[in-house]
Nanobody, 119 residues
């Protein structure tokens, strides 16, 4: 499975961005992670094959994850962006049967897309 993330960019605080992640093969649960400069790769959101979603507390109410199973494409709608949302956003596909927040359970990773939120 190959993943291609897109949609990052520079936006002012309070603005919105929509990230996309296109998968070349069959995927099950998928997720978004982000990594700030010098930081760890942190969980942002995940969506199971059946559409169940989970979010990091820091993005609840502002971000929405969704997945189009027919086209194997995942999205992350990010609203009310804050400077602390800045980082490289990675999409990932989880191992069969997993849909949580542990990055070690994600077998396939995209190349990352940069999101920069200015204050």
């Amino acid at each position: 499975v190959q993943l291609q993330a897109s949609g990052g960019g520079l936006v002012q605080a309070g603005g919105s961005l929509r990230l996309s992640c296109a998968a070349s093969g069959r995927t099950y649960a998928m997720g978004w992670f982000r990594q700030a400069p010098g930081g760890e790769r942190d969980f942002v959101a995940a969506v199971s094959w059946g559409g169940r979603t989970s979010y990091a507390d820091s993005v609840k109410g502002r971000f929405t994850i969704s997945k189009d199973n027919a086209n194997d494409t995942m999205y992350l709608q990010m609203n009310s962006l804050k400077p602390e949302d800045t980082g490289v956003y990675y999409c990932a596909a989880a191992r069969l049967g997993y849909s949580g927040s542990d990055h070690r359970e994600y077998a396939y990773w995209g190349q990352g897309t940069q999101v920069t939120v200015s204050s």
